[in-house]
């Protein structure tokens, strides 16, 4: 307990000194702003008014109501059987975390249904997390997933519960087409510009930390999905009226991922009135809003290449993805739930608990070799106590699916792709204030499993009369 983790820290995969980059680039919503528990809450009531009103869902449905408690990011949602889970590193389901509308879905049932708990890799997600091509798995890696694995959550619920037949390949669409129409029809970014102080959580420190970088000379850009007066709006909020002056390139509406994709797409300068010109682009220019575009037009207009730049976002696969396997910049992951995560392992319950977890852990493997019956027994009890103590660590984070970054034991597969895709990771753009802008962020070395003495050297000062003990008593 002395050694606690900071939650305001920046964490590092991949060795990157901050005195290399010269050129920041940011996403907008859940990077230089974050909402409220109230955006949630609005995303679901209107993609749920949109299934009835649109695709004729039963108006019960309206009775269902956004629970913020539910889901985590990262899921799995196997579109053809309806059920929602957690998958780890190795393609393998956590039992106990799958999730038929609202209710969990017996381990003897998921091992039937997937002959094991292994999905085979043609089965997962496609390259972005989608169920394409084939792909029966969509992982829901955003942050404005969470109120869409809700609502299929509870429209499966109703669907359950009220003995209708449906099919779950249209549900899984057309819930999936009523997010997006709370997004592209404008629903959200209405209700936010005309009530910004419910929905945008005020951060003085996002300015801090783009005076901070202006400070000392560095040029900075930000390249976000979201419309031209939602941004502007949103950011002469949270920075001021002259928050395009901190930047160098503004572009809105790019449609990421295709942005970093797609060499077809022309920019096109947008107005101050919000009209889009037809003018041909020849240059970037420091105050100007654009939209649409590709990356490669905009390598070519800036000639900002390479690792000295920069790039933070929230979503690992349309915001970084390609950025560091195809162009070579390096990435920063914004993941708000860090802080919470680290908050609930610096408790003292957590420490013990999971201490006690590795402990039995440790004892279960060395004494295996005991195969006597009365031993066994004991083994027995352990096996039962360590699967209560695993229920129970889950169970700090979120009831139903624990961990974002942890399965019993392995990574979980969000883990895994954010260790492939990001250079460094934080809670929040203000844990930079915590650093100088020559930092140098160096992973620990975390030792190979064959790197680690075997449980039984571990253990060695408990021996055999630690079961000999456990059989007594």
Not at 32 to 53: E, M
Not at 323 to 342: F, Q
Not at 412 to 428: E, G, P, Q, V
Request: charged content about 25%; overall charge neutral.
């Amino acid at each position: 307990m002395s050694n606690l983790l900071n939650p305001d820290a920046i964490f590092s995969n991949n060795e990157m000194s901050l005195s290399d980059i010269e050129i920041y680039g940011f996403d907008y919503d859940y990077t230089l702003v974050f909402y409220s528990k109230h955006l949630h809450t609005l995303i679901f009531n209107a993609a749920r008014d949109l299934l009835i009103n649109e695709h004729r869902y039963p108006a019960e449905i309206r009775k269902c109501e956004y629970d913020p408690s539910f889901a985590i990011r990262g899921l799995h949602y196997d579109v053809h059987r309806a059920v929602l889970m957690k998958i780890d590193a190795f393609h393998y389901i956590q039992l106990g975390t799958v999730y038929r509308g609202l209710s969990v879905v017996p381990d003897e049932e998921v091992i039937e249904m997937y002959e094991g708990s292994h999905v085979p890799l043609e089965q997962m997600s496609d390259f972005y997390g989608k169920s394409s091509h084939g792909h029966t798995m969509k992982q829901f890696m955003d942050i404005f997933s969470l109120p869409e694995m809700t609502l299929l959550s509870c429209v499966n619920e109703h669907f359950l519960k009220n003995n209708i037949d449906y099919e779950p390949v249209h549900l899984y669409k057309d819930v999936k087409d009523s997010i997006r129409d709370v997004h592209i029809k404008g629903i959200m970014y209405r209700a936010i510009e005309a009530d910004i102080e419910k929905y945008v959580c005020y951060a003085e420190q996002t300015r801090a930390v783009l005076a901070k970088l202006a400070d000392h000379g560095k040029k900075m850009f930000l390249i976000t999905n979201s419309p031209s007066s939602f941004v502007d709006k949103g950011m002469r909020y949270i920075v001021g009226k002259d928050w395009r002056d901190l930047f160098d390139v503004v572009i809105v509406q790019a449609e990421k991922p295709n942005f970093f994709n797609d060499r077809r797409r022309p920019f096109r300068k947008v107005n101050e009135k919000g009209v889009l010109l037809w003018d041909k682009i020849h240059k970037l220019q420091k105050g100007q809003i654009y939209k649409q575009g590709n990356l490669y037009e905009f390598l070519k207009l800036t000639g900002w290449r390479g690792s000295k730049v920069l790039y933070f976002g929230d979503h690992i696969y349309s915001d970084l993805a390609d950025l560091t396997l195809k162009h070579g910049w390096r990435t920063g992951a914004i993941i708000p739930e860090l802080r919470s995560e680290l908050r609930i392992m610096n408790t003292e319950q957590y420490v013990q608990t999971v201490t006690w977890l590795q402990t039995l852990t440790g004892l279960l493997e060395q004494m295996q070799v005991h195969r006597d019956p009365e031993s066994q027994l004991v083994l027995q009890e352990w096996k039962k106590e360590r699967k209560e103590m695993r229920e129970m660590t889950k169970r700090f984070f979120n009831a139903q699916f624990g961990s974002l970054f942890r399965t019993d034991q392995n990574p979980t597969y969000f883990l895994r792709r954010l260790s492939r895709f990001a250079d460094i990771y934080m809670a929040s753009l203000s844990c930079l204030l915590n650093y100088d802008v020559h930092h140098t962020f160096y992973p620990r070395r975390t030792p190979l499993q064959h790197e680690l003495p075997a449980w039984a050297h571990r253990l060695a000062p408990f021996g055999a009369p630690v079961l000999q003990a456990a059989q007594a008593e």
